[in-house]
């Protein structure tokens, strides 16, 4: 036999087997069909009717687990967050059994939820939501032969987070997604969290400002004047990133208030400069305070972060305020300065007619030298406030009278306490409250 020959004999061969396979196929899919006809066909099968529980007594169980594929926004205004995720529930009916055909048809997959039993599964804190449909609906229902159905749909959902700010921004946030039973109570179905691991979380989910740091499962059964029904929970723990608050409000806040200290190492004659750096800061800093308040609710109590503005704000406008004060005493020291020129001049006017006086009396041929002088005489006094300062006990140093008696002026005095004052009790202000918000923090924790 040639060549040419068994070519043509192999040739041959390839294609009987290969259309042999393809009979096969469509055979198999063609059981497939009437394996779906004989569970579902019209009269077989009622949707309406739910499984009946194990061993064909008490509720039908229904096993869920998620996964959670993206967590957009996490909005405090709103109190609320949105997740994408991949929902499954599990359950058995043995109304849907059928032939495996000896191992080869391992499920049965359906894309309409209505041709069988479905749980009246809803979400409780549920804001918005909606299905994705592009390019099909994401959603199907797999069958397997001895009657387990496996429900599968991805979803978008808005849910309603109530957060407690009064650490914000050092603060952390419970966010829950509550999944119950509208019409079956649990004397007819029951919600069981899948074995093993009902919850996973896409690797290397990025939040802008929160990090997702652990969740648990849970049970939230719900009575009411129906019923008991059966509710299941996951809680998400968020933790705020402080970095961004850091950069964005902490430190130009603080910068702020140092800014305005500046006004204390100005002279106190430049009444524009200082007025204008007063002014300028606390109009910034009420600026800042208001921009922060517009990002957050209107709340009954007082969060950290408005502890901290508030103390800010109360600086500058101290600083401020200092400022009148010095203004007040550089002139109540201008006056007290005229005065004493006054009564200097007066003092000595006095003493040159007493002196006027003596010399006088000295020429008189007749005077007398009196044996005591009179009381009013001024060099008795002077004598007298002498012979007081030797008799008078002297005085221990102190530090602060001698520091500042080097500056002769109330008004310059005040600037240079200021210089030291404000600045301590800021460093203060920031020990206790950086100690108390992150105790109470790691307390809350």
């Known amino acids: ?57 008490g509720p ?17 205004i709103k109190m609320e967050y949105s997740v994408q995720l991949t929902f499954r529930e599990q359950w058995l009916d043995e109304r849907l059994k059928f032939d495996d055909i000896g191992g080869r048809l391992k499920y049965l997959t359906l894309t309409e939820a209505n041709r069988v039993w479905m749980p009246d599964l809803f979400f409780s804190n549920e804001k918005e939501g909606h299905f994705h449909n592009i390019i099909m609906p994401n959603v199907y229902i797999r069958i397997f032969p001895y009657g387990s159905v496996l429900y599968s749909i991805r979803i978008s959902l808005t849910l309603a987070c109530p957060m407690n700010l009064k650490l914000y921004p050092l603060d952390r946030q419970v966010c829950s997604l509550r999944m119950a039973s509208y019409g079956w109570t649990t ?8 074995e093993g691991d009902p919850v996973q979380v896409v690797k290397n989910l990025h939040l802008p400002r929160f990090t997702l740091e652990k969740f648990l499962t849970d049970y939230c059964n719900s009575k009411t004047n129906t019923g008991e029904y059966s509710c299941l929970k996951v809680d998400l723990l968020f933790k705020r990133e ?12 603080c910068m702020l208030v140092i800014v305005s200290w500046v006004s204390f190492w100005l002279d106190q004659g430049a009444v524009p400069a200082r007025v204008s750096l007063g002014v300028t800061t606390l109009l910034t800093m009420a600026t800042q305070t208001s921009g922060i308040n517009a990002s957050l609710p209107p709340v009954s109590y007082t969060k950290a972060i408005d502890v901290w503005t508030g103390v800010c704000l109360t600086f500058v406008f101290g600083a401020l305020l200092e400022f009148a004060l010095v203004n007040y005493a550089s002139r109540s020291d201008l006056h007290r300065e005229n005065m004493k020129k006054k009564r200097r001049e007066v003092e000595q006017a006095s003493l040159d007619a007493a002196s006027d006086l003596l010399d006088t009396d000295s020429n008189a041929t007749f005077a007398m030298k009196p044996l005591v002088r009179h009381p009013g005489d001024p060099l008795a006094l002077e004598k007298l406030r002498q012979c007081e300062i030797h008799m008078a006990p002297p005085k221990r140093p ?21 210089r030291i004052t404000f600045p301590l009790v800021f460093a203060l202000f920031n020990l206790v409250y950086w100690s108390t918000y992150l105790f109470r923090e790691e307390e809350e924790n």
């Open 60 to 76: 039908a169980i229904v096993r869920i687990n998620l996964f959670v594929r993206s967590i957009a926004t996490i909005s405090d």
């Open 242 to 253: 402080f970095s961004y608050y850091l950069i964005q409000i902490y430190i130009p806040c």
């Open 398 to 418: 102190n530090c602060c009278r001698t520091w500042l008696s080097k500056f002769p002026t109330r008004s310059k005095r005040i600037d240079v306490i200021s």
């Open 187 to 194: 004397a007819d179905l029951v919600f069981l969290w899948k």
């Open 1 to 57: 036999m040639g060549a040419g020959h068994c070519f043509w004999i192999l040739y041959l061969a390839c294609l009987c087997s290969a259309s042999l396979g393809n009979n096969a196929k469509i055979n198999f899919r063609e059981k497939e069909k009437k394996v779906l006809d004989q569970i579902l066909g019209q009269g077989k099968y009622d949707a309406r009717i739910r499984p009946s529980g194990i061993n064909g007594t």
